[in-house]
């Protein structure tokens, strides 16, 4: 099956694993989707990720972030930027999420950083 939006299946997978209490979570593998969750892994959302098959299709392996009491790391996950609406933004129009408690995820032409 083939999946329109790769990036919100990822956060989709992640959500629901934490709901579901995971320890991790496999999703098929893409650049995109690395460095997202390099992105995550410094700021302490997850713990660890590592690309399991190297085949044309590999699979992702991302190991979830939880604190002593069980709760996940990842409150609140949401894609702004869609395949159906694209949202552009200049460098000075972007916004802290959270009021500088979570972060952006932002796709420029200089890859995949975090809006800080």
Do not use: W
Not at 3 to 26: E, F, G, Q, W
Not at 30 to 44: D, N, W
Request: glycine content about 8%; charged content about 30%.
């Amino acid at each position: 099956m083939s999946n329109m939006d790769p990036v919100s299946d990822l956060l989709t997978r992640i959500r629901n694993a934490h709901l579901a209490k995971h320890d991790r979570v496999d999703v098929p593998t893409s650049k995109l989707k690395a460095e997202i969750c390099r992105i995550l892994m410094e700021q302490g959302f997850i713990r660890n990720f590592k690309l399991l098959d190297r085949e044309p299709q590999g699979t992702l392996r991302i190991f979830l972030e939880y604190d002593d009491s069980g709760t996940p790391a990842i409150t609140h996950l949401k894609r702004v930027s869609k395949p159906g609406r694209r949202v552009y933004r200049g460098a000075d129009q972007i916004r802290p999420v959270l009021n500088g408690r979570g972060i952006g995820v932002v796709s420029t032409n200089l890859g995949v950083l975090s809006d800080s």
